[in-house]
């Protein structure tokens, strides 16, 4: 891309995203860190060359966004950061086991085709009775099961899902090449195993469980759904920011 083209891709982007961008990365690179009181509306404003009511959007947004703070008659600070970096990135699990210098491997419990019931095609947002892609697979790390995996797949967005060897290849590394990541949505809850997950997991029935629902998005489309079962006793979500 030419110096040229770099500058009208700038002049692109909205004034407000440009602030809002500024903001982030002064926070990101720490130069203003948790509790600092950032430059007045004012002076952000003066800074840009553009109206206070811009410079008020921005910080609008990033505050309802929670990366700032805003007290008033005080003043706007940077918020507590959230610390789900990894969580965010979505890693492949095998990676994050091969970082911690273990081994991986993966059992392919389940694959198979099988017809949208109305809740999977709600959260699809397709039609009912459309087809969509199954597997369940457990992880290993170090021979100890550490997941089970249980995804529902777009066959629209990865239609070589079926024929993929996982024992070789994760759904995650697969799908972040067939179906590149959009955008996700995610949640984290304390269940007990059902006795199928439990047996998977080489755990007593009914012991606690943590547990992520992912949904993830290619193309403005959902390209898939996971419910990923972790032995409470045995795993636990980390991360960092910055």
Wanted: proline share 5%; charged share 20%.
């Amino acid at each position: 891309m030419t110096q040229q083209q770099q500058m009208v891709q700038v002049q692109q982007v909205p004034i407000f995203q440009r602030i809002k961008d500024f903001i982030l990365a002064e926070i990101q690179s720490g130069r203003w860190k948790e509790g600092d009181v950032i430059p007045t509306e004012a002076a952000l404003a003066q800074q840009f060359a553009v109206s206070r009511m811009t410079v008020n959007r921005a910080v609008r947004e990033l505050s309802s966004e929670q990366v700032l703070h805003r007290i008033q008659g005080s003043g706007t600070y940077v918020a507590p950061q959230k610390y789900q970096a990894t969580l965010v990135e979505i890693k492949s699990i095998a990676d994050e086991i091969r970082a911690r210098g273990h081994r991986h491997r993966s059992e392919l419990h389940k694959l198979e085709r099988c017809k949208a019931g109305e809740a999977l095609a709600l959260q699809f947002r397709l039609a009912a009775g459309q087809m969509l892609f199954h597997s369940v697979i457990v992880h290993f790390e170090n021979e100890i099961p550490i997941q089970v995996e249980d995804r529902w797949v777009n066959p629209a967005l990865a239609p070589d899902y079926m024929l993929q060897d996982f024992a070789s290849v994760t759904p995650n590394e697969y799908l972040m090449h067939a179906a590149p990541l959009q955008g996700a949505r995610y949640g984290i809850e304390a269940l007990s195993a059902p006795r199928e997950i439990a047996e998977m997991l080489a755990i007593d029935a009914k012991e606690p469980c943590l547990v992520l629902r992912r949904t993830t998005e290619s193309g403005n489309r959902i390209a898939s759904v996971a419910t990923m079962w972790h032995p409470g006793a045995r795993y636990r979500f980390a991360g960092s920011f910055g």
